[in-house]
């Protein structure tokens, strides 16, 4: 039997992993269609598309293509319009808090790696309570190249001071994914964040799966050791 690896940190994606943001981006998308005279996207649609960010949004919404006219301009709109409605409805998804506080318990970091503009992710860690808890945030500010590039994982293993192999990654995406392996970390893939029907998690190849966050637990519990 395969010992367990020793885990000294937990490293997650921001939107779709960590909190869902969705409910709030279906919000400005449709104000944005509405200030343009358009009519609304239905939820599930904008849901699917926010872990591509605005600039699929706005393609999604306008049936645009960046450089076509006009598209910058929606782009700055939206996310003019996102920046005032941060934190309506966005929050931890269920399971996040209580394994937030397993984690918090047994003396194991947590931090984000987030392709988020730091702009947005630090207010709503902030409304959300738990920006003093946690231990590393990577944004794109932070670095030169972003995710599925390693470095902004390395960062935040840096700022945590912990060891890259035995650091887990969870997140939402296929770029998060391939992050996190580039950076030779464990990974998580969660099915219950904003997953493209096109490309499934199933094909991303990461070690572990989950259905709802509070899998997440019994993943660290089966194949991980805490040692801190």
Known sequence: MTSPITLQAVLFDLDGTLI?????????VNQL???HGKAELPYA?????????ARALVSLA?????????????????????????????ALFPGIHELLLWLEN???????????????????LTDLLISERCSAMVCPDDVTNTKPDPEPMLLACKQ?????QQTLYVGDHRRDIDAGKNARMKTIAVNYGYIDPQDPAEHWQADFYVNHADEIQPV?????????
Request: negative net charge; charged residues 25%; proline residues 5%.
């Open 33 to 35: 269609l509405a200030n």
């Open 220 to 228: 660290l519990i089966r194949h991980f050791s805490a040692n801190r």
């Open 45 to 53: 649609a904008i849901r699917e598309t926010v872990s591509h960010g």
């Open 106 to 124: 047994h003396n194991i970091p947590w931090g984000i790696v987030t392709n988020k503009p730091r702009l947005y992710a630090e207010p709503i």
């Open 160 to 164: 945590i001071g912990c060891d890259v």
């Open 20 to 28: 869902d943001t969705a409910p709030d981006f279906a919000v400005v």
């Open 62 to 90: 306008f049936d645009l293509q960046e450089g076509d006219d006009s598209f910058e301009a929606l782009r700055l709109e939206l996310l003019d319009l996102y920046g005032q409605h941060l934190s309506v409805e966005t």
